[in-house]
């Protein structure tokens, strides 16, 4: 059974860093891509980050391309976030995903862990 | 970046009624469009992925077409089970993004 456990929330002030854990297991981890997506209170759906299998390739969206930084550490099957200069627009509910290939949908979710950005 | 204009932002449906919720794409996506069921409190989960593909053990009262650049999820015979929010998502290129998503209701 595929599984994603996200760790690491919690509340954080502005400019502050915070980084995230996912932990995965009941598939070959570093056969998969790998994303994170958020989720604002009350909001839709936000794509936050990829990371090819190997590590090598990283993609962002403009909202926290240069402050946020996907990594994954293949032989202990974990993927992180680490987010500095965190804004109080950054918090959100954050979902770890399976990601089916490079342009590809998200077929297994985490159960989320919440970060919340405020002084 | 692809904007996915998503309509209705909620309806509110009859047990055993048929519903279909719209994404437009801003631009071609092809057929890479997924769409996502989301209870309260629970994470997303996959229901369609490349328009029209039905995901393993997700109910065949659900389906998904593409109409142009028109992407639609219908859900036949409505159930207490499919009530949640609904979002469509497009992953043609990057960056990813999602339509604003459509909370369904049942009466």
């Known amino acids: 059974e595929v599984q994603l456990v996200e760790s690491g929330g919690g509340l954080v002030q502005p400019g502050r860093s915070l980084k995230l854990s996912c932990a995965a297991s009941?598939?070959?981890?570093?056969?998969?891509?790998m994303a994170w997506v958020r989720q604002a209170p009350k909001k839709g759906l936000e794509w936050v980050a990829t990371?090819?299998?190997?590590?090598?390739?990283?993609y962002y969206p403009d909202s926290v391309k240069g402050r946020f930084t996907i990594s994954r550490d293949n032989a202990k099957s974990s993927l992180y976030l680490q987010m500095n200069s965190l804004k109080s627009e950054d918090t959100a509910t954050y979902y770890c995903?399976?990601?089916?290939?490079?342009?590809?949908?998200?077929?297994?979710w985490g159960q989320g862990v919440m970060v919340t950005v405020s002084s | 970046d692809i904007q996915m204009t998503q309509s209705p932002s909620s309806m509110s449906a009859s047990l055993g009624d048929t519903v279909t919720i719209t994404c437009l794409a801003s631009?071609?996506?092809?057929?890479?469009l997924s769409w996502y069921q989301q209870k309260p409190g629970k994470s997303p989960k996959l229901m369609i992925y490349g328009a029209t593909n039905l995901e393993d053990g997700v109910p065949s009262r659900f389906s998904g077409s593409r109409s142009g650049s028109d992407y639609s999820l219908t859900i036949n015979s409505l159930g207490y089970d499919d009530e949640g929010i609904y979002h469509c998502h497009q992953y043609y290129e990057y960056p990813n993004t999602f339509g604003a998503g459509t909370k369904l209701e049942l009466k």
């Open positions: 990371i090819s299998t190997s590590g090598s390739r990283t």
């Open positions: 995903a399976r990601q089916w290939g490079r342009q590809g949908y998200f077929d297994y």
């Open positions: 631009q071609d996506i092809g057929n890479y």
């Open positions: 009941g598939f070959t981890f570093s056969n998969y891509y």
